[in-house]
């Protein structure tokens, strides 16, 4: 190859690479450009300008509630209220945040959803009542609320979230993790992805919770997900010392075990839990600790195999 094939190559891959960074992920297109223009809904069109903010400003939408949302990687938010006419105090705020993933998306909108809420196939998962409804889809999470007396709430509210979830990128479907705790027991609509401090323990750094019946008892399923089994490890024997910390005296397995290890937590009692690879998983809430042995196997095959 020639010195001038060789540079055009270079500068080929210059360009290339340049187009890259400049364009970004699909998934970070602009947040503006999400917002349904001029109408989210027949009749129902942009009130005002569109809004804005970043982590930096977040505090000022959502006073209170930014802290929420910054552990779960918040990059963007864009808003929105659509009006009727001239009844411009009553209408439909639109919220749209980025966050740091889809798994992230969906821990922000499974911290709203409550055991057996009305879902809705919008997005990923979504759910609807009088006044409000919340879906997400791919990073993005999507909280739509009505404001003042607005007549036909829930098929507004539908209609509005529809011409929106056509123009966030991304497919209609849900984390990979969250199979994961698609075991016999567990309650779908529990289901929470937690960014930081898991059960309420800085040493488990972020997981999956949900609630359970297991063996005809109520309980509470987890899964830690760590960096590494290494880090596992750790966070294990974290759990052991604060254990003993707290006036229990637990046996202390070898720190790479697998083999199920039960206590009496402090604040969710009978308590097993099991390492396998970067994985923490465990049944708490139990009066009988030896039931949670199958839903265990259970958690592990689907670990193993999401």
Not at 2 to 30: K, N, W
Not at 163 to 182: Q, T, W, Y
Not at 270 to 278: A, L, M, Q, S
Request: glycine share 10%; net charge neutral.
């Amino acid at each position: 190859m020639d010195r001038r094939t060789v540079l055009r190559v270079f500068f080929v891959l210059i360009a290339v690479q340049a187009l890259c960074i400049f364009c970004g992920p699909a998934s970070s297109s602009p947040i503006d450009s999400m917002i349904p223009l001029p109408c989210c809904a027949e009749g129902w069109t942009l009130d005002g300008k569109i809004g804005q903010y970043t982590a930096g400003n977040l505090y000022e939408h959502i006073n209170g509630e930014a802290e929420l949302y910054l552990p779960y990687g918040f990059e963007a938010l864009g808003t929105a209220f659509y009006s009727r006419g001239r009844n411009s105090g009553a209408g439909i705020a639109a919220d749209i945040y980025r966050m740091g993933s889809a798994l992230d998306a969906f821990g922000i909108y499974s911290n709203y959803r409550d055991e057996g809420v009305e879902l809705v196939k919008i997005g990923a998962e979504g759910f609807i009542n009088e006044s409000q409804l919340m879906f997400f889809k791919d990073r993005y999470f999507v909280r739509l609320s009505i404001s003042g007396t607005v007549e036909g709430g829930k098929s507004l509210l539908l209609q509005c979230a529809k011409s929106m979830a056509v123009k966030i990128p991304g497919a209609d479907v849900r984390p990979k993790d969250l199979r994961m705790l698609d075991v016999q027991g567990v309650v779908p609509d529990t289901i929470r992805y937690v960014a930081q401090s898991v059960l309420g323990y800085r040493f488990f750094t972020r997981g999956l919770t949900a609630d359970a019946l297991v063996e005809g008892e109520p309980a509470k399923i987890f899964i830690v997900i760590c960096e590494s089994p290494e880090a596992s490890s750790q966070a294990l024997e974290d759990y052991i010392d604060y254990l003993r910390g707290s006036g229990l005296k637990p046996g202390r397995p070898g720190s790479m075990s697998e083999e199920p290890f039960a206590t009496e937590d402090p604040l969710y009692k009978g308590t097993v839990i099991r390492r396998y690879g970067k994985y923490l998983f465990g049944v708490a809430k139990m009066r009988d600790p030896s039931k949670a042995t199958e839903m265990l196997n259970r958690v592990r095959s689907c670990i193993i195999n999401p």
